[in-house]
């Protein structure tokens, strides 16, 4: 399960009837099932509060969940298995992972392929950063740490010779203002 950002929603895929239940968190009931892509994984919202993505890896899909409406916004075809979604650039655009090492681009305002570029290994977790504007993804097998700039959709570079076994990125906050 994930939940909304004001923490009232939980949002539960279920992979056998391509649909995601949305729940109440504070009367614990069922409000709304929706209809998904094949086999739906764990959704990922949005910083704002705005969007459930849930990616499809039964049929290469992301589904985005308007939170206000309770509804499908859009289904964007990927055309391969994606693994997790990022959103990123003040919450308009959505790095998808994807098995095969390819990371698309989505428009987060209304659906379309921005970008795709290709990492050439399976990615773990990405990771964006605060200000929403690099997306920074490992690939294990190959040591790598891939820097991607989202608002403008480029590649930043990459960081290679690192450990095999690379743990995905976190971000760490302090909240002691001397440091």
Do not use: Y
């Not at 990922?44 to 589904?63: E, V």
């Not at 994807?98 to 990615?123: H, M, N, R, Y």
């Not at 891939?146 to 608002?151: P, Q, T």
């Amino acid at each position: 399960m994930s939940r909304s950002a004001d923490g009232t929603l939980g949002f539960i895929s279920d992979r056998d009837r391509n649909a995601v239940h949305i729940i109440s968190l504070r009367t614990f009931s069922v409000l709304k099932t929706v209809r998904v892509g094949k086999s739906p994984s764990r959704p990922w919202g949005t910083a704002d509060g705005r969007l459930m993505l849930i990616p499809n890896s039964g049929d290469g899909s992301i589904s985005a969940i308007s939170i206000q409406s309770l509804s499908v916004a859009f289904t964007q075809i990927i055309g391969k298995k994606p693994i997790s979604i990022h959103s990123g650039w003040l919450d308009t655009l959505a790095a998808v992972l994807t098995e095969d090492g390819d990371i698309t681009i989505i428009d987060l305002e209304g659906g379309g392929i921005k970008e795709t570029f290709s990492v050439s290994a399976l990615p773990s977790q990405g990771l964006v950063t605060s200000d929403s504007k690099t997306l920074a993804v490992t690939t294990p097998v190959s040591g790598s740490l891939h820097f991607f700039d989202l608002r403008r959709q480029k590649k930043l570079g990459v960081l290679k010779g690192l450990p095999d076994d690379l743990a995905p990125p976190a971000l760490a906050v302090s909240n002691n203002l001397c440091h």
